[in-house]
């Protein structure tokens, strides 16, 4: 299988954007949730208006993983304020990463966390972090092989269910001087 093509996101497909971001959360969450709480996730924080307000912002970035011009997933990555917790210009979130569950186990995950350590690297970051839910097991397993470390856990509010995320960070390696 080909690696996907990595291509920021571009206001004009906020329609794409969201259908990815809505199938997405909904093939990873909605066996482990009720579906009132799944609906609710996907009205309130996938809708056209708030990806919209996401997407223009200017700390935060979103990338499609493309193959043969299909979306297959996507990276969602916040620097500075855009941050949900830590909000250090040292530091860049991965908010999101997402892959169609069809593409899964294909190394597109791997693809766009590598886009995500590219542009910490170049922006001279001293770390990545992020929030995974204690029982997404298969992403946990996937930020430690990549080399995260647990650090320290908060409350996400999925519809009415307070989950616990486990917040793991990656500290980036300095980029040697040429």
């Known amino acids: 299988m080909h ?3 990595i291509k920021k996101v571009l206001s004009t497909e ?3 954007l969201q259908s990815i971001s809505r199938l997405t959360f909904y093939e990873t969450f909605a066996k482990q949730n009720t579906p009132d709480n799944i609906q609710n996730y996907l009205d309130t924080n996938l809708s056209t208006e708030k990806l919209s307000e996401e ?3 200017p700390d935060s970035e979103f990338y499609f993983a493309l193959l043969y011009e299909q979306v297959i997933g996507y990276l969602k990555l916040n620097f500075a304020q855009a941050q949900n917790e830590l909000k250090a210009n040292t530091s860049l979130e991965i908010e999101r990463i997402y892959v169609l ?3 899964q186990g ?3 995950g791997q693809t766009l966390f590598q886009k995500a350590l590219s542009i910490a690297s170049q922006k001279g970051l001293e770390y990545i972090w992020l929030g995974v839910w204690e029982n ?3 992403a946990i397993e996937f930020y430690l092989k990549n080399g995260f470390e647990e650090f320290d856990r908060h409350i996400f509010k999925l519809g009415n269910d307070e989950q616990t995320d486990i917040m793991m960070r990656l500290k980036i390696k300095p980029k040697a001087d040429k």
């Open 106 to 108: 294909k190394n597109i």
């Open 101 to 103: 569950s069809s593409f």
């Open 14 to 16: 906020l329609l794409q």
């Open 3 to 5: 690696l996907p093509e």
């Open 136 to 138: 997404n097991k298969k």
């Open 55 to 57: 997407l223009n912002h």
